[in-house]
């Protein structure tokens, strides 16, 4: 089966720089990569994803690239705000069949200090 | 307001006592599922299913069961609990039988705290 590894585990960055999350699969078969942030005590929330006939995605402060050949994706985080500080998950399924897993990284916890 | 509701959202009970988590959608989505989440481990599926009357195992369904009887309900069942499923638990759905994907993302539900002694 699919297999996520997500680095690094904590992240602590200053107001205003950028923040890198990687990560790793296993099943090249997937084409699906969503990335979900979960605040404290709060349920995880989709934030942006990607599918695999696309390299990078934007969404304002926020980007995915994806490295189908190295089987890695990454979530940038520009201008980072406090707000921003939560736990990140990367997560990679396989769209379009009756394939029902969705498979999560083990989380990266981000902190973004004033 | 459209949601996926959870209960309990905090269970404490001993190791042994057969206990249900309920969850129930309102957005007449196809697919539901089960996540546990424990700390340096990520959320790991336990059970999902892509439609009424159709479940299938995740990558930790030692221990748990599940059923889907109507669309909307997706309960699962710890027949003998044990302190290994101490845990935070997660349902979710997304509209439709195919899977994830992106015309189809989950939405959790607010999790349930479960601890076993």
């Known amino acids: 089966g699919e297999n996520v590894e997500q680095h690094p585990s904590t992240l602590s960055v200053q107001e205003g720089d950028s923040a890198v999350i990687k990560c790793t699969y296993s099943d090249s078969a997937s084409n699906y990569f969503p990335w979900y942030k979960q605040e404290l005590g709060k349920r995880p929330q989709l934030i942006i994803d990607?599918?695999?006939?696309?390299g990078e995605k934007k969404d304002q402060r926020i980007a995915v690239t994806l490295n189908k050949t190295a089987k890695h994706f990454s979530l940038h985080i520009t201008e980072t705000q406090p707000e921003d500080s939560a736990v990140y998950f990367c997560?990679?399924?396989?769209?379009?069949?009756?394939?029902?897993?969705?498979?999560f990284g083990q989380g990266t916890i981000l902190t973004v200090h004033p | 307001e459209a949601q996926v509701t959870q209960n309990p959202r905090y269970l404490i009970t001993v190791t042994g006592k057969k206990l249900t988590v309920t969850c129930s959608q309102n957005m007449n989505h196809e697919y539901m599922s089960w996540y546990r989440q424990d700390p340096g481990l990520g959320l790991r599926q336990i059970y999902y299913s892509m439609n009424v009357e159709v479940t299938d195992k995740g990558d930790v369904p030692e221990g748990y069961k599940v059923s889907r009887k109507e669309k909307r309900n997706f309960p699962l069942i710890l027949e003998s609990p044990s302190p290994n499923q101490t845990s935070l638990y997660f349902c979710?759905?997304?509209?439709?039988?195919?899977?994830?994907?992106?015309?189809?993302?989950?939405?959790f539900g607010n999790g349930t705290r479960l601890t076993v002694t």
């Open positions: 990607i599918r695999s006939n696309v």
């Open positions: 979710a759905s997304s509209p439709l039988a195919v899977g994830i994907s992106y015309n189809s993302p989950l939405h």
């Open positions: 997560a990679a399924s396989l769209h379009g069949t009756s394939y029902g897993k969705l498979t």
